[in-house]
Every structure is written in structure tokens, then in C-alpha cells.
């Protein structure tokens, strides 16, 4: 019993909890009520990870800052998250890993 | 004098914006489409005469609810096509042969239809917009009867609007125009233009349910050319500057709207009764 738990405890620290989260900076993400047709467009998307946040896609207005969570072993397409977003009328700008803590931790290599 | 009277009163200020402003802030999305419920009520009894106050012996009035249904699509974010299609119960005591008359008509009225073209520009924390809107305005309401709810015109209407925000800061500028066509019973309105300007605080906003609160500020101005002497509706001419607080609360997507308008400057090309301060609440979805 409790080699279970602390084999549990062990998973949910190392495991992906927030390794599948991304942050995307968008330029003109500020209007708040529009804001939801970003999180429509990218919730579609078959990598989103619907289960967190809301439908998979957190808003941040203050900093025009999008994060999302990506199902656990599905690649992340940032070509269609980039369309997604420029068809949800902003401007993607640049995609961020995110660590353990939230925090942005290495910037992808992307050109649109 | 009695004369003017009778034929000016019979001239109420027609709220004809070309203005489109069926969510406008949303949908900008593509394949984005919203419907808004919105109720107006304005209407007085104090008579004008050019900026002047006068006294009002007959009991001189007039008051008008309107139900508008709206309707907006975005194609994309560039290009949206809206519908709004009014319910109107208006009623007023007008004065015929030295005595006031009182006279009611209610149901549909003409409807609009626009076409916003925009075209935005993001920059890091500010997002802002240019808009040309053509409009269209179909006779669908009644221009029957002694208080008709339209003249039968097809009118043309194009407003160029700009707005700009940031998390904190909301405004726009839309100049319209409106030219009227030639009505039926021989009734013709004249054409109008106007400038509003709303000016906005973003007190409130949780990221993570997307609710909030807006407030803003409306100045709004208009000039309407003088109607002719067949024209029964609520048409007059004149100018008039309205203002006054809009509140606004939305939650995903969910919006609701609550406005006042005062009149701050309202002069008359004749005798007419004031539109008096005007109240409107909103519900709107989007999708």
C-alpha cells in the first residue's frame, strides 16, 4: 500500500502535469469578450487537452497570453494552433515551453 | 401657428444610426454569429420650439418602445453581415383641430440590414479597427394609417468607424450618413448624419471564467434635414447631442448591456416634441 503511494506521489511529481502546457504570445489579445473566439477555435484542435483549463486554452488579457494544454504523447501541430488563432482574428506571435512551475522555459523554433 | 404645430408634431426624431452595433466588439472570429435582444424606450412630453422650451396646453406627447432583434455572421474577421428587425409600439397625443388627439400604432418596423468591411491591426497590448458599413433600410413597416410606423422609403446608410483597445482603455468613433429615399402617401424623411463616440474603462475581467465588467461613456450627435409637410412619422428635423453611461457585463459568451442617454443639445427646425432621455437594456449570445 505504501510503496503505491509514494510510486503515485513520484508520478505526480515528475509526470507531465505541466510539460504538455504551452504559452503563445498574441498580439491584440486584449479584447475580453472576443477573447472567447480564440478558446473556440483552438479548443477544436485534436491535440488540445480539453480536460484543463477552460476547454484546454487559458486567456490572459493583461499580458496577451494564451496557454494550452496538449494531450499527453500527441504532437503539437503549430502551424494549425497558429492558423487557429489568426482565424480566431489576433496574431500569434511566439510559442513558449512552459516548466513545473508555470514559469516559460524554452522558446520553439517556429517560422510561420 | 396652429398649422406648424400640427405638422410639427407630427415629426418625432426617427433613430436611424447606420451605425451596426449588433456586437461589435464580437464575433470577430470566422464562421462567427451572434443574435442580440435589445428594448428601447424614449419619449416626452416637453415641447420645443427651435432650443426653447414652450408651454404645452394640449398635453403634447410622444413615447415609443422598440424591440430590436439583431443579427450578426462573420465570415472572417474582415468582413460581417448583420440584420436588425424592430417591433415598435409607439403612441402619442398630437394636436388636430385645436384639440389633442391621442393615436397609437404598433408592429414591425423597417428593417436593416449592413455589411461591415473592418480591418484590424494588432500591436503587443492594443488591438484597433477601421469599419466602412453600407447599409440598407427595407420598408417593412406599416406606412398605413394616421400615425404609420414608416414612410415606404428604401434608405441608403454608410458609416466609417474606427475603434482602439487595450486591456484597460475601450473607444470609437463612427461618422454615418443616411440619405431617404422617396416614401409612400408621398411622405418623405430626411436625410441625417451623425458622429458617436464611445469612450471606455475596463474595471474588471477574470481570465478564468472570461467575465467581466465594461463601462463607457456615449456622446452621440445628429443632424436630420427637415421632412416634408406629408410625412406623418416619427421623423423631424433638427439637431440633438445625447449622452450619458453604459454598463456592460459579459461572461463567456454571454453579454448584457444596460444604456442612458440624456439630452445634452437638442434644437427643433420648428416645434417638436423632445426625444426626452432614453433607456435600453440588452442581452446578447454569441457563437
Redesign the interface.
Known amino acids: 500500500m505504501s510503496t503505491k503511494l509514494i510510486v503515485a506521489a513520484l508520478l505526480l511529481l515528475s509526470g507531465p502535469v505541466f510539460a504538455s502546457d504551452y504559452v503563445v504570445h498574441v498580439?491584440?489579445?486584449?479584447?475580453?469578450?472576443?477573447?472567447?473566439?480564440?478558446?473556440?477555435?483552438v479548443s477544436r484542435l485534436p491535440f488540445i487537452d480539453q480536460s484543463k483549463y477552460?476547454k484546454g486554452v487559458?486567456?490572459?488579457?493583461?499580458k496577451?497570453k494564451l496557454t494550452i494544454a496538449v494531450i499527453p504523447d500527441r504532437d503539437l501541430d503549430i502551424p494549425a494552433l497558429f492558423e487557429a488563432i489568426t482565424?480566431?482574428?489576433?496574431?500569434p506571435v511566439d510559442i513558449w515551453t512552459v516548466t513545473a512551475t508555470g514559469e516559460l522555459d524554452e522558446l520553439v523554433e517556429y517560422k510561420p | 401657428m396652429r398649422s406648424s404645430i400640427t405638422l410639427l408634431i407630427l415629426m418625432a426624431v426617427a433613430p436611424a444610426s447606420a451605425h451596426q452595433p449588433v456586437m461589435d466588439?464580437?464575433?470577430?472570429?470566422?464562421d462567427?454569429y451572434g443574435f442580440q435582444l435589445r428594448q428601447v424606450h424614449f419619449g416626452s412630453d416637453d415641447l420645443v420650439r427651435g432650443k426653447d422650451d414652450i408651454d404645452n396646453p394640449l398635453g403634447i406627447e410622444r413615447f415609443v418602445d422598440t424591440t430590436w432583434l439583431e443579427g450578426v455572421y462573420t465570415f472572417?474577421?474582415s468582413l460581417r453581415a448583420t440584420i436588425k428587425v424592430p417591433y415598435v409600439n409607439q403612441r402619442r397625443v398630437t394636436p388636430i383641430n385645436g384639440v389633442g388627439v391621442r393615436q397609437r400604432s404598433d408592429g414591425m418596423g423597417d428593417v436593416i440590414l449592413g455589411l461591415p468591411f473592418k480591418r484590424?491591426?494588432?500591436?503587443?497590448?492594443?488591438?484597433q479597427n477601421w469599419a466602412i458599413t453600407p447599409s440598407i433600410r427595407i420598408p417593412t413597416g406599416s406606412s398605413s394609417g394616421d400615425f404609420p410606423l414608416s414612410d415606404g422609403s428604401w434608405d441608403v446608410g454608410l458609416s466609417i468607424s474606427h475603434s482602439r483597445?487595450?486591456?484597460r482603455f475601450y473607444q470609437l468613433y463612427d461618422l454615418y450618413y443616411w440619405h431617404e429615399g422617396s416614401g409612400k402617401r408621398g411622405m418623405q424623411t430626411g436625410n441625417s448624419w451623425g458622429l458617436d463616440i464611445n469612450v471606455g474603462l475596463?474595471p474588471w475581467?477574470n481570465?478564468?471564467?472570461?467575465s467581466?465588467l465594461?463601462t463607457l461613456w456615449d456622446i452621440s450627435a445628429r443632424h436630420e434635414d427637415a421632412p416634408n409637410a406629408l410625412n406623418l412619422t416619427m421623423a423631424s428635423g433638427g439637431d440633438r447631442v445625447q449622452t450619458g453611461p453604459v454598463l456592460m457585463y459579459?461572461r463567456?459568451?454571454f453579454?448584457a448591456r444596460a444604456e442612458i442617454k440624456l439630452v445634452a443639445y437638442e434644437r427643433f427646425d420648428g416645434i417638436g416634441t423632445s426625444r426626452g432621455n432614453e433607456f435600453s437594456l440588452a442581452f446578447g449570445l454569441?457563437f
Open positions: 498580439h491584440g489579445l486584449v479584447c475580453s469578450f472576443c477573447a472567447q473566439g480564440v478558446t473556440k477555435k477552460t487559458k486567456v490572459e488579457i493583461e496577451q482565424s480566431g482574428g489576433y496574431e | 466588439m464580437a464575433p470577430r472570429w470566422a462567427g472572417d474577421r484590424y491591426k494588432n500591436h503587443g497590448a492594443t488591438t483597445e487595450t486591456p475596463h475581467h481570465n478564468d471564467n472570461n467581466g465594461f459579459y463567456q459568451n453579454m454569441t
